[in-house]
T-cell receptor, first 110, second 119 residues
């Protein structure tokens, strides 16, 4: 089955800095890669996703890049704000299920 | 009520109790999922139902018994649980990947979860 590795497990940045979270996957059949944000005590919510026929996607301050050859994808957050503090999960989908990484706790200090 | 709702939000049970978790989705989806979230394994898939049929059981112990009477409702029946089963149980729903209108995207919408404590 699919295996997703996510790094780092914790990331601390100053407000205004950029943050990058990286994931690798194992199944070359995976064709859909979403990112979820989970704030403390709340449910995971989709923030951005990318399909395997696209190399990069951007939505305001967040962007995702995908390298199919190397089987890795990354989340980039620019101009971080305290409200970006949360746990971020990457996932990969080869068929009908999502396999999630172990999450990255992002802490943005004012 | 919109989205995915789970009840109860909190549950404390003894190891000999029998209880059930309920999930209801109001999004017109045809796939539903149970996940276990704990410090060790943050988002661990347990069961998948597509069009009311179970399509995946991720080696879950038989003390967890899912039920999907229709595409909008999903239950997780619990009996003789162990303290290590204490966790947040999340339900999610989506369109079955490959079906209209999501195409190949498996966009899952999560409920707020049930925080389970087994004493």
């Amino acid at each position: 089955g699919e295996n997703v590795e996510q790094h780092p497990s914790t990331l601390s940045v100053q407000e205004g800095d950029s943050a990058v979270i990286k994931c690798t996957y194992s199944d070359s059949a995976s064709n859909y890669f979403p990112w979820y944000k989970q704030e403390l005590g709340k449910r995971p919510q989709l923030i951005i996703d990318i399909r395997s026929n696209v190399g990069e996607k951007k939505d305001q301050r967040i962007a995702v890049t995908l390298n199919k050859t190397a089987k890795h994808f990354s989340l980039h957050i620019t101009e971080t704000q305290p409200e970006d503090s949360a746990v971020y999960f990457c996932a990969a989908s080869p068929y009908s299920t999502l396999t999630f990484g172990k999450g990255t706790m992002l802490l943005v200090s004012p | 009520e919109t989205g995915v709702t789970q009840t109860p939000r909190h549950l404390v049970m003894g190891m000999t109790n029998k209880k059930s978790l309920k999930c209801e989705q109001h999004l017109g989806h045809n796939a539903m999922y149970w996940y276990k979230q704990s410090a060790k394994k943050p988002l661990e898939l347990m069961f998948v139902y597509n069009f009311k049929e179970q399509t995946e059981n991720n080696s879950v112990p038989s003390r967890f018994s899912p039920e999907c009477p229709n595409s909008s409702h999903l239950f997780l029946h619990l009996h003789t649980l162990q303290p290590e089963d204490s966790a947040l149980y999340l339900c999610a729903s989506s369109q079955v990947p490959g079906t209209f209108p999501s195409g190949a995207k498996n966009i899952q919408y999560f409920g707020a979860g049930t925080r389970l404590s087994v004493l």
